[in-house]
């Protein structure tokens, strides 16, 4: 037994001494060999797959960059020198020094002096030729293709198709696996969304450098990067642009009868039959091309898209389509006609009066609510009143929803709900905001003590007053106008509640269809068809009749479109201005008997509906339909 | 002949069914298990830094799996000390087919990876036969030794016993896995070591080995008949002449020793340590994971793992003259050697004084089969120690 005790003795001797002949006494000399081990790899970035349009038109596209990288770990020992060397850096590659510096100690921090720093995406060709030319005098500096985004339209459908920007440390923890320090990725809308749809495979190339870092000669290709996917999206270049258009049209013609605080709005046209976006504008917006290449706040801020300069520009960054929400006003009220059907409280061709005035027998503080027409005294049927969007016709529906006895329920929200409202619409249009459909419990819970110390022992109760202004569209309903347009499709299909969407197909760079996750299918609601009849007819009649609303713009349309408008009091605060301001609506479709597009439109703080959001609406059938629509003159209506 | 438990008292089959569950327990080898927990728990430690940057995105994806090794290992081990070593002695005929028929499954199913075949696909896991062959084999051989225990100085039976242990080890050679087939002849060498094979017949036994040795490395290329594969060759011919090697043969090594040189006192780091991370170092989370470890921390860490080797092999020494019996002794002695050889080659190989075989180093390279098949081997060490104590102080009592 002593022998093999000698054995292990003796084994383990050798490799002690030889680990300390290695490590303590030769280390130095091993670690300079480690660090002259003469190739570096470069990451080979891989264009990004492109957004195209239904058609297949590019939306966004690459170009082709050169990148200035930086290794830390070869810049020289010596602080003077590496001083210097930034310096001159700095000015060759017009970044501020500082810039530099805290990417540097950024990998300083992480302990991590092998990966390279990013000093600019896009070099431009001066520079490339004057850092190649010195090489000797900017040891670590190397240069790499990369590729940065590029938008042939600038601005055109900004929020709907998001941008691009590196990644940051918190996205890299949540995404892990396949992501990496120095990757670009989609920061919000379509190329957030398809993030992983879009993105490629880095490849890498092998770039010989001496033992101070200075490249010799140009990278090898290791493994060639792998191009993202294509992503086609369900808009039409040439409807986006329209909605884009009609939506400045509207805000100026707002503008233009007096509507001061007139300054933003959205359009969504949706296709009634499967949900798919045909065009979803945002105004103000902004030319995300300031994301690409080398960011600058200067930049940033001059599109409105830092928080200090945001508000100026009234929040360019902002999707107004399903980011934000709006009181609808009379938008709503085929919701209310529809679940007053459903529930029987109504026979449609019933008459009730329509007057400039409404009390409610039950409202113990006698509040008058007035109607948008004080002159008009004649009874309506359903129909009429949609058309004529009479306000005491929907009062006394709203007074009727809240003298149903507690057993009901709450049958004006439940159908609220039912419709797609007060959640969020399961688009993959992101981000989304569910909106607000105010019910009892949530008055309950909103109005606590806390929150509302004056008033909340009244506040938190459901009195007769917000059933009629819910009836209306007022109130504390909250709605985008992703949903309402979604709403109106249920309207035009028969009752079909679509996945609203922008995702068409995804294909490889060399055109293989990608397997892709299916949306859910149109999901038919429960409601009569005969009472969708009777909303239709209400519609039609809004936009036909001598009489509706949006008669004067759509009247003598080519095509056949039915739709309603809205008038929705909010109240804002602006610099200087608080009081209550019309948010202007327009919600239709056509053709009427056969829909293959519902368009929306909001005009922020833009009068009446018919005179911003129903002309914007109309330039946009008007580009569907290929007809030439004037531009219109507007009446005064609700 | 040695001296162990058993034979200084005159019956070698007395009261072995005796030993309850709780007296073997109670008599376990304390420090042996702390310096097995110990090496584990380095051993994963190494890994996390190790293979941090080898898959983009999963820095843990090695670690995790490693834990669930040793895990699965860490029950391996508890049913090593639970069986009686006696069981193996009596079933080692169907131990000794079922090796043979791993490795033989291996030979004709079994997937090529990286230029040998020694995996099978088991669905959710490539197991790898040789590695738990290593304890089968120690378990089946040190059987059939007993067996003929009193022939045992005689030529006839150390030849019968060395050409019954070469079947195994000719048949993992032509795999072809050579650092496996050395491991187990090392095993082999050992057992008939502690079995009590006479100095003389051992020294012969030795000369002979070195002159295959030298047969198959210089007179079999110079007449033309190669046993070797070309780069095992290379690897071993550049090992003693480092000169001749070629430069691929070359790169591995002259990489291998600048990363454990590159370490020094303290190690570089995980994110610093050039050699790992960018990879120039081929194979660091399995054949050279030694090198990594040292390359990222340095002389202090690399004394630990060593040290705890060292700790590890000295109480399985130990083991040996504790046993209860012939049996257990020999397949102490086994198991031990095995490990040492493994040690000394995987070790020496990332520091240039052993060739390059690929051997992976105990408990710490990146593997199931071996953490799984090295922690077992320590349960059956464990349980002839327990049972070695428990049979002693059970007649002393007498």
Sequence with gaps: MGILGFALLAVFAALFLRLWALQVLAGQKYVNQAQANSFRILRQPAPRGLLLDRTGIPLVTNIPTTAIELWPSDLPRVYNDRYAELARLAKVA?????????????????????????????????????????ASQFPGVTMSRSWIRHYPYQDLGAQA?????????????????????????????????????????????????????RPLGTAQLATLPKPGNSVRLTLSLKLQEAAEKALQYGIGLAQSNGEWAARGGAIVALDPRDGSILAMASSPTYKPSVYAGHVTTRELGSQGLTTKTASAQNYPALDRATDATYPPGSVFKPVTALAAMQEHLIAPYENLPCTGTYQSPNDRS?????????????????????????????????DDFYSLPGNRGQPLQKWARIFGFGHLTGSDVSPEV????????????????????????????????????????????????LQMARFYALIANGGYLVTPHLLDDVQTSTGTLVQMPQLPSPRQVPVDPAALAIVRQGLLEGTHATFGTSYPVFGQFPVSIAGKTGTAEKLITLPGYTGLKSQSWWCGYGPTEDAKIVVCAVIENGGHGGTAAAPAAAQVFGAFFHVHVKQATSTHSD | MLEYAGSQRAGLQRHREGIALGNVVRSLDWVLVAGVIGLVAVGLWAISGVTRFDVPGSPQHYLQRQIAYAVIGGFALLIGIVIDPDVYRRYWRPIFIGTIGLIAIVLLAGKAARGSTRWINVGFFTFQPSEFGKLLFVLAIAGYITERARGVSTWRSTLRTVSFGLIPVALVFIQPDLGTALVYSAALAAMLFVCGTPWRQLTVLGSVAVLAIVAVLWIGPAVGVSFLKPYQTHRL??????????????????????????????????????????????EHGTDFVFASYSEQRGFIGASLL?????????????????????????????????????????????????????IPLPFVSVGGSSMIANLAAMGVLLAIYARGRASRAASRRR
């Excluded at chain 2, 430069?247 to 454990?260: C, F, M, P, T």
């Excluded at chain 2, 003259?321 to 995987?346: C, E, K, M, P, W």
Aim: with cysteine; proline share 5%.
């Design chain 1, 94 to 134: 017009r970044i501020p020094l500082y810039e530099i510096a805290r990417g540097i100690k950024a990998r300083q921090k992480s302990n991590d002096l092998v990966t390279p720093v990013t000093i600019r995406e896009n070099a431009s060709g001066p520079m490339q030729k004057y850092l190649a030319e010195r």
């Design chain 1, 161 to 213: 198709l998001g941008y691009v920007g590196a990644i940051t440390e918190p996205e890299l923890k949540r995404l892990g696996k396949s992501y990496d320090l120095n990757d670009q990725i989609g920061q919000a809308g379509a190329e957030s969304t398809y993030d992983t749809y879009l993105r490629g495979v880095a490849g890498a190339s092998k770039l010989h450098v001496d033992n101070f870092g």
């Design chain 1, 366 to 398: 006698h509040h008058t609510f007035h109607n948008w027409d004080p002159n008009v005294n004649q009874a309506m049927d359903l129909p009429t009143a949609l058309a004529y969007s009479c306000d005491t016709y929907f009062y006394q529906l709203g």
């Design chain 1, 434 to 481: 569910p909106g607000l459909v105010p019910t009892i419990g949530w008055r309950k819970q909103n109005f606590s003590k806390e929150k509302d110390p004056c008033c909340w022992q009244v506040d938190e109760l459901w009195k007769p007053g917000n059933s009629i202004q819910l009836a209306i569209g007022q109130g504390d309903l909250l709605v985008t106008p």
């Design chain 2, 237 to 282: 011919t550049c090992f003693i002449h480092p000169s001749q090697c070629t430069v691929d043969a070359r790169y591995n090594l002259e990489q291998s020793i600048a990363a454990v040189g590159s370490g020094q006192g303290n190690g570089r780091g995980v994110n610093n340590a050039t050699q790992t991370r960018l990879n120039f170092l081929p």
């Design chain 2, 306 to 358: 060593l040290a705890l080797y060292l700790l590890v092999l000295w109480r399985g020494l130990r083991i040996v003259t504790v046993a209860r019996d012939l049996y257990s002794a020999i397949v102490a002695g086994g198991i031990v050697v095995a490990l040492l050889f493994q040690i000394f080659v995987n070790v020496g190989m990332t520091m240039g004084i052993a060739p390059i075989t690929g």
